[in-house]
């Protein structure tokens, strides 16, 4: 069992940055294929990046392709998220998810693609 707890979430003016960090606790990390996701009130949980176990893929979900920045650091069983340039509608709880997956494809953009899922981290951004 895999334990994800998200750290870093705040608030921020527009054109700021935020980092968020999630730590990962119970299994052998570099296996794991890491994720970001991101929730707006009442809608579906969406893709926002994510990185594969070597950490030499990475995806991102158009809106914030450019912006952000999906990075992980084995030795220290963690995956980040650099968030430039922010913006208004990046205001969202956001979480980390693992899948027991080594590479990324087209099915790293489901929710249903991750096995486990942090509590989630809220980032506002003021215009």
């Known amino acids: 069992q895999v334990q994800l707890v998200e750290s870093g979430g705040g608030s921020v003016q527009a054109g700021g940055s935020l980092r968020l960090s999630c730590a990962a606790s119970?299994?052998?990390?570099?296996?794991?294929?890491m994720g970001w996701f991101r929730q707006y009130p009442g809608v579906e949980r969406a893709f926002v990046a994510a990185?594969?176990?070597?950490?030499?893929?990475?995806l991102y979900a158009g809106s914030v392709k450019g912006r952000f920045t999906i990075s992980r650091d084995d030795a220290k069983n963690t995956v980040s998220l650099q968030m430039n340039t922010l913006k208004p509608e990046d205001t969202a709880d956001y979480y980390c998810?693992?899948?027991?997956?080594?590479?990324?494809?087209?099915?790293?953009?489901?929710?249903?693609?991750?096995?486990?899922w942090g509590q989630g981290a809220a980032v506002t951004v003021s215009s």
């Open positions: 990185i594969s176990g070597s950490g030499t893929s990475t």
């Open positions: 998810a693992a899948a027991l997956r080594l590479g990324l494809g087209s099915d790293s953009y489901s929710k249903s693609w991750y096995d486990y």
């Open positions: 119970g299994g052998t990390f570099r296996l794991y294929a």
